[in-house]
C-alpha cells in the first residue's frame, strides 16, 4: 500500500542522488526501512504498557511487521529467501 509507494519514491530519489554523490543505492534503500522500522521504537515501561491495553491500535511491533513482511520492496532490498520469516509467500496486498 502507501508504504510501498513512499519506498518506491524515495528510491528514486536515491538512485538521482546516488550518479552524484558516494552515497550508494543500496545503502539508500535499506536506510528507508531500517527508518521506518525505527519510528516504530517504543520505549515498553509500565505507564507505556498500561496504555497499550486501552489503545484501540495494535503496538508498534505490530504495526511494523504486518506491512514490512507483507512488502516484495523489503524482500528484494534485503534478500529476504522465499518462506522466510519476513517473505512469506502469501502476501496482504491491499493496493499497488
Known amino acids: 500500500g502507501s ?12 538512485h538521482a542522488e546516488a550518479e552524484a554523490t558516494n552515497y ?3 545503502t ?5 526501512w531500517i527508518r521506518y ?3 516504530w521504537c517504543a520505549k515498553n515501561n509500565d505507564e507505556y504498557l498500561q496504555f497499550l491495553l ?5 503496538p508498534g511491533r505490530h504495526r511494523l511487521i504486518g506491512p514490512v ?3 516484495v520492496d523489503f524482500a528484494k532490498t534485503f ?5 522466510s ?4 509467500t502469501k502476501k496482504c496486498v491491499l493496493w499497488e
Not at 534478500?79 to 518462506?83: G, S, Y
Not at 520469516?85 to 512469506?88: C, E, K, R, V, W
Request: hydrophobic share 25%; with cysteine; charged share 20%.
Open 3 to 14: 508504504l510501498n509507494t513512499a519506498y518506491r519514491a524515495y528510491r528514486d530519489y536515491v
Open 24 to 26: 550508494t543505492k543500496e
Open 28 to 32: 539508500g534503500e535499506k536506510m528507508f
Open 37 to 39: 522500522g525505527q519510528s
Open 54 to 58: 486501552t489503545d484501540v491500535h495494535p
Open 69 to 71: 513482511l507483507n512488502s
Open 79 to 83: 534478500n529476504c529467501p522465499v518462506e
Open 85 to 88: 520469516p519476513m517473505n512469506p
